[in-house]
């Protein structure tokens, strides 16, 4: 909502950090125009009142936090999780722990400069100097990872088993093209609703609120009537065991060792069995969101109308979304003490809906689908054939439950893989194409005289390229090639991703509104985490290669 101008105009404050700007803040009508100035120049608008949090009032956490949160219940929980915890137990979950605790300070911040400006993320990337041009290439090389469909074949696997009661032998012909089929159906399928509900960010609300009831509530039942005490002990402490590593051992494939224990008891390094490094690293790379898949949290701070969001629009869907547009450029507040008292209360409210919706159901969501392999499956089991993963626990569910009771359960885990499996697809889609279009939408001379109304069909035009190249890629590769590749290049984009948002937030923000240095720091170490890992995984692929 906007909130209307008081009888007296208010005061701007001195920036607290004079070469902020290009050019000081204005105390009239004309924006800051900081950075590149091959982008546009902002303008200006009237910074809306936040929420006021209560009992009443939680409905409006529901937001970014809910949409991304169900999407995090993906690859890294239903596939990468499990493969690991079935092989070495909880204890490699703290790997996991690192990610969602890196990236929740990454979504808060790159909220942050949503909030002032009304752009995502992305577009502020691409304010910064060099310029655009720069940008362009290296982002493009950073998130060719999401041109890799991986969920969509992943799906097909649980669709298949479903409708022909079997596993696929991946060395019968006929069944390879029948998942090829199914992964592209469902590839296709997932985009569908991407056209629909007004504005693109509701359809994914409705989708993302169902999985997150029907996958979550499912193994909520089977977590308290069929796991025990144990289980859950070996994997909530799975997520603080730092520092412990898969070994070469040659009598068991399931060893470990701690890093610090190692060192501190004076046996040296730890002999890291390197064949392991690869789907660890994807686990820490798609536990939670991962990659640039994380920065459509600040576009759906835009369109939930948060901060400045209220000022620009939203990207309508093209059947729909008729009444919807879109600025192409982002609007922001002057300084002053009643707009800061409006930022604080903001930036409190993105916090609140990382801290309390968003990181929770990322540890949920990996916690459960890891008590399946934990409880269910036995331990020291090396999945063969990884393209089976989604399904893998479902036979296990069914000897625990037994009876009728135990078939429906044995469909329903499978049906829970399908679902978290396609409807990630729909959020991995949908985030590319959103960073990719908004930025164009702003950094295009030629795309900024198209009239704001019709954002859809710029969006629908580049859906149905998406939709192309992902139908080849899944006709040309492997799943467990697709998962491997994209994953790593996950870790390098969202390293570089969170060293160049502090880059963003230092440089465009005016000094009051600027994080922390303890932030800076905080969100510095978790890109050099990302990075660390991608290195590992990178020499890991070469290795066996």
């Known amino acids: 909502m906007n909130v209307p101008p008081s009888d007296s105009p208010e005061q701007p404050l001195a920036s607290a950090d004079p070469t902020v700007h290009s050019e000081p803040e204005s105390t009239g009508g004309e924006a800051p125009h900081p950075g590149s100035r091959e982008m546009p120049r902002w303008d200006m608008g009237t910074l809306a009142e936040p929420p006021k949090f209560g009992l009443k009032q939680l409905p409006l956490l529901l937001g970014p936090g809910l949409v991304m949160g169900a999407a995090a219940i993906g690859g890294g929980e239903w596939l990468t999780g499990p493969i690991n915890t079935a ?19 990454y979504n808060i911040e790159i909220s942050r400069y949503t909030l002032y400006t009304g752009e995502p993320i992305f577009t502020g990337k691409f304010r910064t100097l060099p310029g655009p041009r720069f940008w362009l290439p290296i982002y493009l090389m950073l998130d060719i990872g999401v041109f890799f469909p991986y969920l969509a074949a992943a799906a097909a696997v649980p669709l298949f088993t479903v409708i022909y009661g079997q596993l696929p032998d991946e060395a019968n012909p006929q069944h390879n093209f029948l998942l090829n089929v199914f992964a592209v159906s469902i590839f296709l399928g997932a985009l569908v609703p991407l056209l629909f509900g007004g504005k693109v960010y509701n359809s994914l609300k409705v989708v993302m609120s169902f999985k997150l009831i029907t996958v979550l509530g499912f193994l909520v039942f089977l977590a308290i009537f069929y796991s025990n005490a144990e289980t859950w002990a070996e994997i909530i402490s799975g ?19 701690n890093i610090f224990v190692s060192l501190f008891s004076g046996n040296g390094f730890p002999n890291i069995d390197m064949t392991a490094v690869g789907i660890l690293a994807a686990m820490a790379a798609i536990a ?27 990207i309508p869907s093209i059947i729909g979304g008729q009444t919807i547009h879109l600025s192409h450029v982002g609007k922001v507040f002057q300084i002053t003490k009643d707009s800061l008292r409006r930022w604080k209360g903001w930036v409190r409210h993105i916090s609140r809906d990382q801290l309390v919706v968003w990181m929770p159901a990322c540890f949920i969501g990996l916690a459960l689908p890891s008590m399946l392999s934990v409880q269910f499956l036995e331990r020291g089991l090396v999945l063969e054939n990884k393209d089976q993963a989604a399904v893998m626990t479902a036979g296990g569910v069914q000897d625990a439950v037994g009876g009728s009771l135990g078939n429906f359960c044995f469909y329903m885990t499978i049906f829970c893989g399908f679902l978290v499996l396609g409807t990630s697809v729909i959020a991995t889609a949908d985030g590319v194409l959103r960073r990719w279009v908004d930025v164009f939408w702003t950094a295009s001379r030629r795309l900024r005289q198209v009239d704001p109304q019709h954002i859809s069909k710029v969006y629908f035009g580049v859906l149905c390229v998406y939709a192309a190249a992902g139908i080849v890629l899944l006709l040309s590769a492997r799943p467990t090639t697709l998962l491997v590749i994209s994953t790593n290049i996950y870790n390098y984009a969202l390293g570089i991703s969170c060293w160049h948002t502090i880059a963003v937030n230092s440089v465009l923000l005016p000094g009051e509104l600027k994080p922390s240095i303890g932030r800076r720091v905080l969100l510095g170490a978790a890109g050099t985490f990302f990075l660390m890992i991608a290195v590992l995984s990178t020499i890991a692929f070469f290795q066996q290669n």
Not at 97 to 105: D, E, H, K, N, R
Not at 239 to 245: A, E, H, L, R
Not at 295 to 304: A, E, F, G, K, L
């Open 87 to 105: 092989r070495y137990g909880g204890a490699v979950l703290w790997l996991a722990t690192l990610s969602i605790l890196g990236q929740t300070l």
């Open 239 to 257: 997520f603080f065991k730092f520092g412990t590593v898969p070994v070469v051992d040659a009598s068991n494939p399931a060893a470990l060792d």
């Open 288 to 314: 939670g969101n991962g990659g640039l898949t994380n920065t459509p949290i600040s576009n759906y701070t835009r369109d939930q109308g948060w901060g400045m969001g209220s000022e620009v629009g939203a």
